[in-house]
């Protein structure tokens, strides 16, 4: 079984970036509710960058691990 390490750049990227458009725009993708987040889901995430961020978003609050982000705030 292949080991997943996660990529340190995305993550602080991640724990930087800001939703770059609607009601949340200017919020902190780590700081979105997380039924707005579940809302994407549910309606297919964003093309690109942005997706792929907004996705990892969802995954890290559907787990409950939003501490992770704790250190980088």
Same mark, same amino acid.
């Given at each position: 079984m292949e080991e997943l390490? %996660?990529?340190p750049k995305f993550l602080l990227e991640l724990a930087e970036a800001r939703m770059p458009f609607g !009601?949340?725009?200017g919020w902190?993708?780590?700081d979105l509710p997380e %039924?707005?987040?579940v809302w994407f889901k549910q309606k297919g995430?964003?093309?690109?960058k942005l997706g !792929?961020?907004?996705e990892t978003i969802?995954?890290?609050k559907a787990n409950g691990l939003?501490?992770?982000?704790?250190?980088?705030r």
């Open positions: 390490f %996660p990529d !009601k949340h725009q902190l993708l780590i %039924p707005y987040v995430f964003p093309h690109g !792929k961020q907004l969802y995954v890290i939003e501490h992770l982000f704790d250190p980088l």
